[in-house]
Nanobody, 118 residues
């Protein structure tokens, strides 16, 4: 299983980015998925999750600014990020939403780096 996140980059505070994550079609539609991020010197944290039925959850720090979505036909997970802040700077990863699925993570991909300048 390969998880390929893309769409990161350097953006000024207040700007927007849209991340994408492609997964294998055989696993994507049956799993709940989530975006995670890891900032320098910090532990990885869940940013947003989406179930197979489209129910979503967000960490408080991104509520109202980020939107997670999924396209099962394309086996792709998205994260639309708006009103970005310097504290959003991190490497962003996609993976199974383990607390909902009850199963362990898929092997982690490389992630995509988001850098927000002030």
């Amino acid at each position: 299983v390969q998880l390929q996140a893309s769409g990161g980059g350097l953006v000024q505070a207040g700007g927007s980015l849209k991340l994408s994550c492609a997964a294998h079609e055989m696993i994507f539609s049956i799993d709940p998925w989530a975006w995670y991020r890891q900032a320098p010197g910090k532990e990885r944290e869940l940013v947003a999750g989406i179930t197979t039925t489209g129910r979503t959850t967000y960490v408080d720090s991104v509520k109202g600014r980020f939107t997670i979505s999924r396209d099962n036909a394309k086996s792709t997970l998205y994260l639309q990020m708006s009103s970005l802040k310097p504290e959003d700077t991190a490497v962003y990863y996609c993976n199974r939403w383990t607390t909902v699925s009850g199963y362990d993570y898929w092997p982690w991909g490389e992630g995509t780096l988001v850098t927000v300048s002030s």
